[in-house]
């Protein structure tokens, strides 16, 4: 319901826009389309960059070469050998003891119970259908003053 005027609008918006092309305009977008040509750019030269004056560094003078340290040899220190640890004794294997076998126990029966009543619903009283209920507006007169 809220856009029920947008037809309108873009014919309106058409009509405006096809009556404000004229053929000039026209042609020379098109001209545009079909042959996209560009303007040439004038080349410009290449800037030469100023040769640099060779520096001369004086020669290195000698420099002398150090001794490799060498690691003094530190005496190996001697530790007390192993003691041998006694040997144990053989014991021979136990035999395992063979235990009795348990008595089966009986279970006892259980008792029956009675079986169980039924027990009977609760009613609910029931209203007459007769009784008029109350309202709490006033009653309505059918003749007109």
Do not use: C, N, Q
Not at 12 to 28: C, D, N, Q, Y
Not at 93 to 113: D, F, M
């Amino acid at each position: 319901m809220a856009h029920h005027h947008e037809p309108s609008i873009m014919l309106l918006l058409l009509v405006i826009t096809i009556s404000l092309m004229s053929g000039k305009e026209v042609v020379a977008s098109r001209h545009l389309l079909e042959e996209p040509t560009l303007p040439k750019v004038p080349e410009l030269p290449k800037p030469e960059l100023p040769t640099l004056p060779k520096v001369e560094l004086p020669p290195l003078s000698h420099i002398p070469t150090l001794p490799e340290p060498t690691l003094p040899t530190l005496p190996k220190p001697e530790l007390p050998t192993k003691p041998e640890m006694p040997t144990v004794p053989h014991f021979p294997a136990l035999e395992k003891p063979e235990l009795p076998p348990l008595p089966k126990l009986e279970t006892p029966k259980l008792p029956e119970l009675p079986p169980l009543p039924k027990p009977t619903l609760p009613t609910f009283p029931t209203l007459p259908k007769d009784i008029p209920f109350l309202s709490l507006s006033p009653p309505h007169s059918t003749t007109t003053p």
